[in-house]
Structures are given as structure tokens and as C-alpha cells.
């Protein structure tokens, strides 16, 4: 059954360091998603992407994160100035359409020091 | 603003026993409600949805618009029902813009 994949499963970076977390999809979506989830609390929407452009995304999503898809498969989160706030589990999602089921990868735990 | 508050964090029965998750929701307008579950190092991954009214691995989940809660329900649990279940919602924008609750900690021993 296809699955949407993240990596990497585990990323530490030094506080300031740009980090990209990347998703690979499921390859007939057209939706695409970032949540996160710090520990202890609630999974949390970031942003949503269609057809190569953010169609939402919450206040959390400031301009220290954008996304992309590059190259047609691959869906990336940069984070660009990481602070010790940004740790936590990142869980890419992919959907067909709008109103159809979204699938989760299975989280990229980011841990900022 | 939409809500989704699951009051319990840890839930604890014994196989066989009914259990019922908790689910309150806010929402302004005529919300999308999903539960989904993670079982055991597994990734999220939708149990149902209320407008397919479906009963999946014998759970069903009505959503009373009046109490605005969408309890999840099993009159019988099973050991392997033992996993992390959350409450969602959606705005209508789409079924992937969520807001979720807390979780819920299901636990069900033998």
C-alpha cells in the first residue's frame, strides 16, 4: 500500500541552522501538508499546498518556514533560523483532493540544541 | 476559532468492557469530524469519519450537534484497540486542514 515517507526519522541541529525536512508524498496526491507536534501537546496544522502553492497556513507558519515542492515528488519544510522552540515531531500528509482522506507520514522528530 | 477538547487524557479498561472516548468540539459553522488513531510506533491513520457513519473495527462515532461532541464508542474492547486515538476537525476548507484534540490514551488490558 503506498505510504507517504519522511526523512529523516530523527534530525538534531544547532540553534540558528537552517534545516529542511523532507516528505515524498503518495504519488497521486495533489494535497500536501505540514503539522507538528511538540511534546506533550497537540498535533497542530502548519500549512496546506496545492498546485505549487500554500493554499493555507496557520500563525505558527511565519516567515522562518516555507515549504516547496522541488522536483515534482519531494515536498520540503525549510525552517530557516532554527530556535529551541522549533523541537518537536514534524508529520508530513497527503491527500487526492480536498475532501478526501488525508495520509501521514510517519513524523521527522526534529530536536533543536 | 475551532476547538476540539478530548477530556481524557489516559483511559484505562479491561478487554471485553465498552469504552467511549470523549470529544467536544467548537465550531461556528457545520464542521467535518474524524477520529484517527496511532497504534504502537505506527503512524496516524483515520479510523472514520461522521459522514460516512461507518463503523470501522467495531467503533462508531455519532456527532450530537446539540452537545457538539462526537464521542467514539466500542461495546466490546480488545487488546489490540490499546493506541493513541484523536479527535479532529475540519473547517470544510479540506479534509487536511485539521485541528486536533489533545488524544486520548487508550490502554486495555487483558
Known amino acids: 500500500e503506498p505510504e507517504v515517507t519522511q526523512t529523516p526519522s530523527h534530525q538534531v541541529t544547532q540553534m540558528g541552522q537552517e534545516v529542511i525536512l523532507r516528505c515524498v508524498p503518495i504519488?497521486?496526491?495533489?494535497?500536501f501538508y505540514w503539522y507538528r507536534q511538540i511534546l506533550g501537546q497537540k498535533v497542530e496544522f502548519l500549512v496546506s499546498?496545492?498546485?505549487?502553492?500554500?493554499?493555507?497556513k496557520s500563525e505558527i507558519f511565519d516567515d522562518q518556514f516555507s515549504v516547496e515542492r522541488p522536483d515534482g515528488s519531494n515536498f520540503t519544510l525549510k525552517i530557516r533560523s532554527t530556535k529551541l522552540e522549533d523541537s518537536a515531531m514534524y508529520f508530513c500528509a497527503s491527500s487526492v483532493g480536498r475532501h478526501t482522506e488525508a495520509f501521514f507520514g510517519q513524523g521527522t522528530r526534529l530536536t533543536v540544541v | 476559532a475551532q476547538r476540539v477538547t478530548q477530556p481524557e487524557k489516559l483511559l484505562s479498561v479491561f478487554k471485553g468492557a465498552p469504552v467511549e472516548l470523549k470529544c467536544n468540539y467548537s465550531y461556528s459553522g457545520s464542521p467535518e469530524l474524524f477520529w484517527y488513531v496511532q497504534y504502537s510506533r505506527q503512524r496516524l491513520q483515520l479510523l472514520l469519519r461522521h459522514i460516512s457513519r461507518e463503523s470501522i473495527k467495531g467503533f462508531t462515532a455519532d456527532l450530537n450537534k446539540g452537545e457538539t461532541s462526537f464521542h467514539l464508542k466500542k461495546p466490546f474492547a480488545q487488546e489490540e484497540d490499546s493506541a493513541m486515538y484523536y479527535c479532529?476537525?475540519?473547517?470544510?476548507?479540506?479534509?487536511?486542514?485539521?485541528?486536533f484534540g489533545q488524544g486520548t490514551i487508550l490502554t486495555v488490558h487483558p
Open positions: 504519488s497521486n496526491h495533489l494535497y
Open positions: 499546498f496545492y498546485n505549487n502553492e500554500i493554499s493555507e
Open positions: 479532529a476537525l475540519s473547517g470544510g476548507t479540506s479534509y487536511g486542514k485539521l485541528t
